[in-house]
């Protein structure tokens, strides 16, 4: 069987340990999920770090504008995954656009750099690119360990069908990180139709409700040979 993996969004150090207590095996670390998220403060970073057995992975967006980075924006975007790579982040979540929809080569390769050794997931920009086939072996090419993404849809269960098209042209070489609106009850049916084996979940700042997350991703385990 694949081992389900579930990455909880979590945007404080009592959601982090609620995460960690119901079972979660990663951690995203993000604020004002409102808009989306933005980069937390290095103080919450440097205590889920620091109280935290499992990696935490932290979103580096700096604003809530476009995705599409001018000189200075991106220029801001490295200094704060510099910054977050010397926190002690397990990973980082990124990402760029061009002005046209495209994954932004050059902004995406200097993330990468940026981050290194810490490995780096594409966040929801994804979802807005015009080709993702196309998008996907650009961030192959580019050393972009997964992407986060709803497989262009309001949410994963919507796009369920676009994911599975992306696991399979992944083919190993990227990780496909199902996200958007995946809860309990939901999850199992997602992991079945779309093929993914990892998910990311905003998960409740309470160790039961993520236990019930896990368990039902547990529940719903692909076989080895699809």
Same mark, same amino acid.
Request: hydrophobic share 55%; aromatic share 2%.
């Given at each position: 069987?694949?081992?389900?993996?579930?990455?909880?969004?979590? !945007?404080?150090?009592?959601?982090?340990?609620?995460?960690?207590?119901?079972?979660?095996?990663?951690?995203?670390?993000?604020?004002?999920?409102?808009?989306?998220?933005? &980069?937390?403060?290095?103080?919450?970073? &440097?205590?889920?770090?620091?109280?935290?057995?499992?990696?935490?992975?932290?979103?580096?967006?700096?604003?809530?504008?476009?995705?599409?980075? /001018?000189?200075?924006?991106?220029?801001?975007?490295?200094?704060?995954?510099?910054?977050?790579?010397?926190?002690?982040?397990?990973?980082?979540?990124?990402?760029?656009?061009?002005?046209?929809?495209?994954?932004?080569? $050059?902004? &995406?390769?200097?993330?990468?750099? @940026?981050?290194?050794?810490?490995?780096?997931?594409?966040?929801?920009?994804?979802?807005?690119?015009? !080709?993702?086939?196309?998008?996907?072996?650009?961030?192959?090419?580019?050393?972009?360990? /997964?992407?986060?993404?709803?497989?262009?849809? @309001?949410?994963?269960?919507?796009?369920? !069908? /676009?994911?599975?098209?992306?696991?399979?042209?992944?083919?190993?070489?990227?990780?496909?990180?199902?996200?958007?609106?995946?809860?309990?009850?939901?999850?199992?049916?997602?992991?079945?139709?779309?093929?993914?084996?990892?998910?990311?979940? /905003?998960?409740?700042? !309470?160790?039961?409700?993520?236990?019930?997350?896990?368990?039902? $991703?547990?529940?719903?385990?692909?076989? &080895?040979?699809?």
């Amino acid at each position: 069987m694949s081992r389900i993996l579930v990455e909880a969004c979590v !945007d404080t150090l009592a959601g982090a340990r609620a995460a960690e207590a119901g079972g979660a095996n990663r951690i995203e670390l993000c604020v004002s999920l409102e808009v989306g998220g933005l &980069t937390p403060p290095a103080e919450l970073i &440097t205590d889920c770090v620091t109280a935290l057995s499992l990696p935490v992975f932290v979103l580096v967006r700096p604003d809530a504008r476009s995705f599409v980075m /001018r000189e200075a924006s991106l220029a801001a975007l490295l200094e704060e995954v510099r910054r977050v790579a010397a926190l002690g982040a397990a990973g980082v979540v990124a990402g760029a656009l061009t002005a046209v929809g495209a994954v932004d080569a $050059a902004a &995406t390769a200097a993330i990468v750099a @940026a981050a290194r050794p810490a490995p780096v997931t594409f966040h929801r920009a994804f979802d807005a690119v015009a !080709d993702q086939p196309a998008a996907l072996e650009a961030l192959v090419d580019l050393g972009v360990a /997964r992407i986060l993404t709803s497989g262009g849809a @309001a949410t994963a269960a919507e796009g369920a !069908d /676009r994911l599975r098209g992306l696991v399979d042209l992944a083919d190993g070489r990227i990780g496909i990180l199902a996200g958007g609106s995946i809860r309990a009850h939901n999850v199992g049916a997602l992991i079945r139709r779309a093929g993914v084996t990892e998910i990311h979940s /905003r998960t409740p700042a !309470d160790a039961a409700g993520v236990r019930a997350l896990v368990q039902a $991703a547990a529940a719903s385990e692909l076989p &080895t040979e699809r």
